[in-house]
C-alpha cells in the first residue's frame, strides 16, 4: 500500500489532533485538516478530507481499542516526551523495554521519554512515572512535569488557571497551569546533603559539595552537587577554563564520563553553565539516561541553587537552555524552588501495542 499525504497541524491551538482510518489498499492522495479532542483517553476527530479514493472503514484503526496504545507527544523546550493516560491502572500499560522503543527516533515515535499519569498515593491528585529512552526510570522530570500538567488538563477538560498534586519518586510536587499557558512549578526544597544527592566526594561546606575539585578524564572540574530530587553535578570552570563558553563543550564526549563517574554511585545529570549576569545564566545539559537534551527543568533549578551557593548569580534567573529559556526562583523565605515555562503539545496517535 502506498500513501502520499499532506498534514497541516497547529501547534498551538487549544483544540487538538487525531487520527483517521487509512485504508487496507489501493494508493490516495490527501489533504487533512484535523481538530482533536481527547476526552478520557478517548480520540474523536472531526475532519475535513479532500480524497481522490474512498477510505475503506475496515483499516486496522478500527480493531478494538484494547489493540492500541493511545498517546499524546508533548515537549518542553524541545525536551521531547510521549505522554500515556494511565489513570485505570497503578501499573505502566507499558514495560521499559518498549518504551525504549516507543522513544526511538527512527523506528519508533521518538522521544527522551515516557510518562504515565496514575492514580494519585498519599493524597495526591496523581502520581506521575517516567522511563527514560534507555529503560531507566528517574525519580522526576521538571520538563516533564510541565508536559504532564497540560495534559491532565487537557484529560480533565480544565481551563483558567489551576493546579493539582502530584506524586512522584522525588517526592510531592504541585504544578499550577497559569493563565498564559505556561506552567509553574512548586519543585520543593533542594537537597545539598552530599551523601543524599547521593555522592562520595567529600563534603566541604556544612555538609555539602561546594565547588569542589573532580578528575573527570584527567581534567579537573569544579562542581557543586544539587538534588532536586534527582542527582545533579553543576560546573561552571575547570582548573582549564574558568568561565566556560558552553557552546564549545564537546558534550557528547565529556558527558558520559561525568554520568558514569566513580563518585556518583546513582549516576549523575550533570550541568555546564556560562554565567552572562547576576540573573542570567546560560546551560547546556547531559542528562542521566537520556544523554543530550535541549532542556532539563530540574536541571535549571539545580544550576541556580548551585549558582547562589558559589556567589555568582542571585535567586532569580533566566536559564537558556539549547530549547529555549525558563525562569527559575529559590525563594528565601521558604526555600523551594519554582520553574516557570512552557510545554506544548505535538500531536496526539495510536500504536499498536
Known amino acids: 500500500m502506498a500513501i502520499t499525504a499532506t498534514i497541516s497541524l497547529s501547534l498551538t491551538s487549544p483544540t487538538h489532533r487525531s487520527l483517521l482510518s487509512l485504508p487496507s489498499s489501493r494508493s490516495i492522495s490527501t489533504t487533512l485538516q484535523r481538530t ?5 483517553s478517548r480520540l474523536i476527530a472531526n475532519s475535513s478530507i479532500k480524497t481522490h479514493t474512498p477510505l475503506k472503514t475496515n483499516s486496522f484503526l478500527h480493531q478494538q481499542e484494547s489493540d492500541f496504545l ?3 507527544k508533548f515537549h518542553g523546550l524541545g525536551n521531547d516526551f510521549v505522554l500515556i493516560d ?3 491502572s497503578s501499573e505502566p500499560k507499558i514495560s521499559s ?4 522503543k516507543l522513544c526511538d527516533r527512527n523506528f519508533g515515535v521518538g522521544a527522551d521519554g515516557v510518562i504515565f499519569v496514575l492514580p494519585g498515593i498519599n493524597g495526591t491528585d496523581y502520581t506521575m512515572r517516567i522511563f527514560n529512552s534507555d529503560g531507566s526510570e528517574p525519580e522526576m522530570c521538571g520538563n516533564g512535569m510541565r508536559c504532564f500538567a497540560k495534559f491532565v488538563s487537557q484529560l480533565e477538560s480544565l481551563h483558567g488557571r489551576h493546579s493539582f498534586t502530584i506524586h512522584t519518586g522525588a517526592g ?6 497559569l493563565e498564559d499557558g ?4 512548586d519543585m520543593g526544597q533542594p537537597t545539598l546533603k552530599a551523601s543524599d544527592v547521593p555522592t562520595k566526594l567529600s563534603p566541604n561546606k556544612d555538609h555539602a559539595v561546594v565547588k569542589s575539585e573532580i578528575d573527570v578524564d584527567g581534567v579537573i572540574w569544579n562542581v557543586t552537587l544539587v538534588s532536586m530530587g534527582n542527582p545533579h553535578c553543576v560546573t561552571f570552570s575547570s582548573k582549564e577554563s574558568q568561565n566556560l563558553v558552553v557552546d564549545e563543550l564537546k558534550l557528547a564526549q565529556i558527558g558520559p564520563k561525568f554520568e558514569h563517574h566513580e563518585m556518583f554511585p546513582a549516576r549523575t545529570n550533570t550541568e555546564f553553565v556560562q554565567v552572562l549576569s ?3 545564566l546560560k546551560m547546556r545539559v547531559w542528562e542521566r539516561g537520556a544523554g543530550a537534551t535541549l532542556a532539563c527543568g530540574t536541571g535549571a533549578c539545580a544550576t541556580v541553587v548551585a549558582a547562589v551557593l558559589e556567589g555568582r548569580a542571585g535567586r532569580n534567573c533566566t536559564v537558556d537552555l539549547p530549547g529555549g529559556p525558563l525562569q527559575i526562583e529559590w525563594r528565601e523565605e521558604d526555600n523551594h ?4 515555562g512552557s510545554a506544548d503539545l505535538v500531536y496526539y496517535g495510536s500504536l499498536p501495542l
Not at 97 to 100: I, N, T, W
Not at 172 to 177: G, S
Not at 182 to 185: A, F, P, S
Open 36 to 40: 482533536f479532542k481527547y476526552p478520557n
Open 70 to 72: 493511545h498517546f499524546a
Open 86 to 88: 494511565n489513570r485505570d
Open 172 to 177: 510531592r510536587i504541585v504544578p499550577e497551569v
Open 97 to 100: 523495554e518498549k518504551a525504549v
Open 337 to 340: 524552588v519554582y520553574m516557570t
Open 278 to 280: 547576576n540573573s542570567h
Open 182 to 185: 505556561n506552567v509553574r512549578v
